[in-house]
């Protein structure tokens, strides 16, 4: 199982059991998290991280 699908196994338990035991705007707050979190921390790469990364993806890793 690759890194990604976890991350989505994780993050769709998270959401599931926010939505069955918390408040709707607790849910949606869980939700936004769960969609920022990723995309803050690759706003946070440097152009030539990002670049590599891109790289990384496209090979596939230890390829």
Request: aromatic share 10%.
């Amino acid at each position: 199982m690759s890194p990604i699908q976890k991350y989505a196994i994780g993050a769709g338990v998270a959401v599931l059991f926010s939505w069955i035991f918390l408040p709707g705007w607790v849910t949606l707050l869980v939700v936004l998290g769960v969609v920022a979190a990723p995309v803050a921390g690759y706003l946070m790469l440097d152009p030539s991280q990002r670049e590599r990364l891109k790289r990384s993806r496209r090979r596939g890793i230890g390829r």
